[in-house]
């Protein structure tokens, strides 16, 4: 039986290696999480460990560095799946006011969006007008989105 555990173990271990160590895809989204942070001034929290993209620790964080670490991540994701489909994907974002983001977090974000995003249609739900962003059509809603 305990020789099972140890192999089980050194299983898991070798999986392990492949997914996180040793993973082209992996390597790639741990260092644009990297640069979006740096850029957004974040990268202090993150650990330099390639296996900190399999976090779901984000608890300890909060407000302005919460939000900023999860639109790291996201967009991360987003150059991932585009350069393993072949595809630009729409990115849809709710309002990227609010949650102790000031108006300079917004433009740090819209230049992310602007430098690396600038071929994929972006959704933005929100109150405000971002003026930033070119070409921007804005949708306004009245009353419900679905009437009856």
Do not use: C, W
């Amino acid at each position: 039986m305990d020789k099972l555990v140890e192999e089980n173990k050194e299983l898991k271990r070798n999986i392990n290696d492949e997914i996180i160590y040793n993973n082209i895809i992996v390597n790639n989204l741990h260092s644009s999480i990297t640069k979006y942070a740096k850029k957004l001034g974040v990268a202090h929290v993150i650990n330099p460990q390639t296996n900190y993209i399999f976090t779901s620790d984000l608890k300890s964080l909060s407000g302005a560095v919460l939000h900023k670490i999860v639109f790291s991540f996201k967009m991360a994701y987003i150059l991932e799946i585009q350069r393993f489909l072949g595809i630009k994907l729409p990115i849809v974002l709710d309002s990227l006011s609010g949650r102790e983001v000031d108006h300079e977090n917004i433009q740090e974000t819209m230049n992310i969006l602007m430098e690396d995003f600038y071929e994929n249609q972006v959704i933005i739900a929100s109150i405000y007008k971002y003026k930033e962003l070119d070409p921007l059509h804005t949708i306004k809603i009245n009353n419900l989105l679905l009437e009856e």
